[in-house]
């Protein structure tokens, strides 16, 4: 049966939801084929169709109009492009989803409450049991398929133009989340609700860009697009003078038991939740302007990796600058350091700042050290600066009265991620000018660079970082900054790792940063406050072996790096030439490459090392005994020779001879600031050396920079300098019987 109301036909008051029966009827088998047999029909049309032929022949014609003539808000209205909301409802009572009068009912209170227009609807009521309807809006289509038997809805709305579909997920949930009784109990149920939003379309790109629901935002890729979800639940939702701010908590369904929900619940060997979400505890995620910036259950990898590494590159951080964070994580960090006096979070978002303290106080927790506040904020060595990050560097910078800072932390969005608030990292030339300048000699600025590289990444300056090299060269370029380090940490829940970078204006920070796992074991137990628990550590992830995994800069790094045009000198040298050979020293000498004899030079008999064939210019000389060569840092060779001063000991002349032999045959790397000394202890340390230069055939493999220094950044030599500073090459063609000569300033000239 069709029922169908021409145009005019309205409805008035709504009429009680009437009540189907509680069971489905039962028909006998019938063929599918036979449709009129096992469909009832509802058609009804509010608003005449305009392309619909009634049966008069006279169809409405459609009067096209361009979209260069509408208004803006017509434009929005007529773009190709529109919003997808999917809402799945589970539990629900069965007369209701198999009520076709219900069901449109439901279907028409939701389309009102949404602020849409229904033109008109058609239902089938099936057999033996279910209901399809679709409505056709002015705005497009809304439509829903039920089994009442599983007690589950389908249903998906999609809307052209502006007005936004999330906040009608409650309605559409009240109006058609009819619960059902839970047999076992006779109680009434509640029901499971799952929804997705999606922007639909090709949508105009410069709303494209600012929509913090477009399909690129990280709101819609964690939160808006998923349908499958054990839970998704909105906390807060606001616009702030400076920016948009999304606080979500979101379980997903293969997600399991943590470490703490197991004892919360005291889960033993064998329970099922053990391989269930059911009390798992959901992730809090915050997003500013669409951009995910921290989850709860690994906000501490996050931050600890972000503040840490640059707090242990400076020798002794008394006064600190965070840029961004007012949300507070990265000050608790900073906090935990027992040399900080003085810490400022300068962030131009005030609200952002009462949001973390209400929904993400955790953040700003500091109560876990001893002597720490419940809100870190309240710590009297914090300070609270609402004001444009670049406003207040400029004028810090230019007060010579003010105290320098230690160490600056840049909070900061994605570079990539546009449109960004911290655009003018990048785009801003005075920025860092303002905080080098801000800071002391020895100073350290760390920050978070978003995303880590990848090896298929093209050249930085084309691609879509090309926002983060023109803020990387720039600071290259400052004549303030010697070195600068980029590191990574892929535990901070985010699909990638994530890259962070440090910058020092000192080379001593060289040191530090290379720092051995016990060295930096040892700073972290001096410098960071007691826990209050006794059994913990106020710090759970960072810690030596974590610094040790810093230290070297992954391999995408090198890669991009050596995309740039010009390609770097040190590029050349990312690794040994396989086309050169190696010429070994070996005992035997069938096997070897040279021989040791005795040489008479100046009048003096001594040893060296002569060839015993021919070897090209450019072949590597010994490098597996080079490759053995053993390293000491200053500290060991100071506290060595510290010894040797201790009287009553007995006799130190092993000690004294060692150092002997490192002072002789050692020296220093070419990495300024390291104070690290590389020893041979292969054939080569018996080789002659010369203050000619001309009179030597022997030169280092990596040559000194064209510059005369080893750039600030570079992940060559970052990647390779252990190789840089050991390995030797023929500088010219060596014959047979030839003794091997090398400058004696080869390492440092």
């Known amino acids: 049966m069709a029922v169908a109301f021409g145009t005019g036909v309205a409805f008035g008051p709504k ?36 392309l619909e032929d009634l049966g008069s022949g006279g169809a409405v014609q459609y009067n096209s109009k361009s979209q260069h003539e509408r208004t803006d808000d017509e434009k929005a209205q007529y773009e190709p492009a529109g919003q997808h909301l999917l809402v799945d409802i589970a539990n629900m009572e069965e007369a209701f989803l198999n009520s076709e009068v219900r069901l449109a009912d439901a279907m028409v209170r939701s389309v009102e409450a949404a ?70 109990t006779g109680e009434l149920g509640k029901v499971k609700t799952q929804w997705s939003h999606e922007l639909r379309g090709f949508r105009n790109k410069g709303a494209n860009a600012a929509d913090h629901l477009d399909s690129k935002s990280d709101l819609a890729y964690w939160i808006m697009s998923a349908l499958q979800y054990a839970e998704k639940t909105e906390v807060l939702a606001t616009m702030s003078e400076h920016q948009r701010i999304d606080i979500w908590d979101f379980l997903d369904v293969e997600d399991t038991p943590s470490h703490a929900d197991a004892i919360r619940h005291n889960l033993t060997a064998g329970d099922p939740r053990w391989l269930t979400a059911e ?19 690994n906000e501490r990898e996050l931050y600890e990796s972000l503040v840490h590494p640059g707090m242990f590159a400076h020798p002794n951080p008394t006064n600190v600058a965070i840029l961004g964070g007012g949300h507070g994580a990265a000050l608790r960090e900073v906090l935990k350091h027992n040399t900080v006096k003085s810490a400022t ?21 500091c109560s876990a050290m001893v002597g720490g506040t419940d809100d870190c904020y309240d710590d009297e060595r914090a300070t609270l600066v609402h004001q444009d990050g670049r406003d207040y560097f400029a004028a810090y910078s ?38 080098l300048a801000s800071l002391s000699d020895d100073g350290v600025i760390v920050m978070k660079l978003g995303s880590a590289a990848s090896i298929h990444d093209p050249r930085a300056s084309l691609g879509v970082n090309a926002q983060r090299e023109e803020m990387m060269v720039r600071i290259e370029e400052n004549p303030a900054v010697s070195t600068m380090f980029v590191y990574e940490e892929a535990h901070s829940g985010f699909p990638t790792p994530i890259a962070f970078m440090v910058v020092c204006k000192n080379v001593s920070c060289r040191k530090r940063w290379h720092a051995s796992a016990d060295a930096t074991d040892v700073e972290i137990y001096t410098r960071v406050f007691e826990s209050v628990d006794e059994d913990s550590s106020l710090i759970i992830h960072y810690d030596g072996s974590t610094q ?22 040190e590029c050349a040298y990312r690794g040994l030439d396989v086309t050169k050979d190696a010429f070994e020293y070996e005992l035997d000498e069938d096997d070897s490459s040279f021989e040791i004899k005795s040489n008479e030079v100046d009048g003096q008999t001594t040893h060296g090392i002569f060839a ?105 030599y970052d990647r390779h300098m252990i190789s840089f500073d ?24």
């Not at 849409?116 to 049991?129: D, V, W």
């Not at 936004?164 to 047999?183: K, N, Q």
């Not at 009390?279 to 259950?297: C, E, H, K, Q």
């Not at 050991?726 to 000239?749: C, N, Q, Y």
């Open 548 to 569: 040790e995994n810093f230290q070297y800069t992954p391999i995408a790094w090198e890669t991009v790096y050596c995309r740039r045009d010009p390609v770097p000198f």
């Open 15 to 50: 009429a009680p939801i009437p009540s189907s029966p509680s069971s489905s009827p039962t028909t006998p088998n019938i063929s599918t084929s036979d449709r009129t047999d096992i469909l009832n029909e509802r058609h009804v049309n509010l608003v005449q169709p305009s």
């Open 398 to 435: 230019a007060d010579e009265s003010k105290d320098r800072f230690d160490v600056v932390v840049l909070d900061m969005h994605d570079l990539k991620t546009k449109p960004s608030p911290t655009d003018y990292l990048a785009s801003d030339p005075n920025l860092f000018d303002n905080i």
């Open 115 to 184: 602020g849409l227009t229904m033109l008109s609807y058609h239902c089938h009521a099936l057999q033996p049991a279910g209901v399809s309807c679709v409505g056709v809006l002015l705005e497009s289509h809304i439509s829903f398929h039920t089994w009442p038997e599983e007690g589950v809805i389908t249903l998906d709305l999609f809307t052209c133009g502006p007005k936004p579909l999330l906040p009608h997920v409650p309605d559409l949930e009240r109006l058609f989340g009819i619960p059902r009784i839970d047999p076992a």
């Open 726 to 749: 050991v390995f030797m090459v023929a500088s010219k063609d060596i014959k047979a019987g030839e003794e091997l000569v090398k400058p004696v300033d080869l390492w440092t000239r």
């Open 345 to 365: 979070v300068i962030d131009i978002d005030e609200a952002l700042v009462d949001i973390t303290r209400e929904h993400l106080f955790y953040l700003t927790d």
């Open 279 to 297: 009390i798992a505890t959901p992730d809090r995620y915050l997003f500013l302007n669409g951009v995910i910036m921290s989850m709860r259950d």
């Open 612 to 716: 015993l064939e021919d070897i090209p210019e450019g072949s590597y000389i010994m490098p597996y005994d080079l490759a053995t060569s053993f390293s000491a840092n200053q500290d060991v060779l100071d506290n060595l020779q510290k010894n040797t001063d201790i009287t009553g000991t007995g006799s130190v002349t092993v000690i004294e001879d060692f150092l002997e032999f490192v002072n002789v045959n050692g020296h220093a790397s070419m990495s300024e600031g390291r104070e690290l000394t590389y020893v041979e202890t292969g054939a080569t340390f018996m080789m002659r050396t010369s203050e000619n230069v001309e009179d030597s055939n022997v030169g280092k493999w990596m040559p000194t920079h064209p510059s005369g220094k080893i750039p600030s950044f570079s992940p060559v």
